[in-house]
Antibody, heavy 124, light 108 residues
């Protein structure tokens, strides 16, 4: 059964770049069936979708974050990554990676397997 | 952008039925999914494609959607169902995933 694990720096200063990696085990990242997504949750708040990527069908970004966010896939390493530039305190959140079963053309997607999440704090 | 509205909290006694709503413009025309998030844990998918349950999710969890409201129903509520519940859709008009603000279910 696929397991996902986020990794990266936990503490950033304002204006720095957030870089997180999600590593899969027990299953393959890539393939035609799934997208791979990033979601975050600010302390005490709801979930916010950041982006989802497919190895052939491209990438979808949250319009409110698109200017600062890049996601990428590294299928040989069984990993996918998130980069967010110019972070501010409001980017402090738990960042989750997840498997995204999406058919965007048909108008749906859901997240059926999640990493445990990683708290990233932005503070001077 | 598309907005999903959930009540902040719902309380129910053990053995009773909990209904958690998710409001959105014509949400009945969208495919709705629901996640359970227990304290300090990652979300877990409990309902997908409006009403299907992943393997391992009890039949006590069901969902429906019509008009401007989707509803997650938990029958015969147990103490272990206490969690935050989030609804989610894909908004094709803006090409983005959208989550509701989450509802805290308290089992009295």
């Amino acid at each position: 059964q696929l397991q996902l694990q986020e990794s990266g720096p936990a503490l950033l200063k304002p204006s720095e770049t957030l870089s997180l990696t999600c590593t899969g085990s027990g299953g393959s990242i890539g393939g035609d069936l799934h997208y791979w997504g990033w979601i975050r949750q600010s302390p005490g708040k709801g979930l916010e979708w950041i982006a989802s990527i497919h190895h052939k069908d491209g990438t979808f970004y949250n319009p409110s974050l698109k200017r600062r966010v890049t996601v990428s896939l590294d299928t040989p390493k069984n990993q996918f990554s998130l980069k967010m530039t110019s972070v501010v305190a409001a980017d402090t959140a738990i960042y989750y990676c997840a498997r995204d079963y999406g058919d965007y053309g048909a108008g749906f997607n859901w997240f059926d397997s999640w990493g445990q999440g990683m708290l990233v704090t932005v503070s001077s | 952008s598309y907005v999903l509205t959930q009540p902040p909290s719902v309380s129910v006694a053990p053995g009773q039925t909990a209904k958690i709503t998710c409001g959105g413009n014509r949400i009945g025309n969208k495919v709705v999914h629901w996640y359970q998030q227990k304290s300090g844990q990652a979300p877990v998918l409990v309902i997908y494609f409006d009403g299907d349950r992943p393997s391992g999710i009890p039949e006590r969890f069901s969902a429906s959607s019509s008009g401007n409201m989707a509803t997650l129903t938990i029958s015969r509520v147990e103490a272990g169902d206490e969690a935050d519940y989030h609804c989610q859709v894909w908004d094709s008009s803006s090409d983005q995933g959208v989550f509701g603000g989450g509802t805290k279910l308290t089992v009295l």
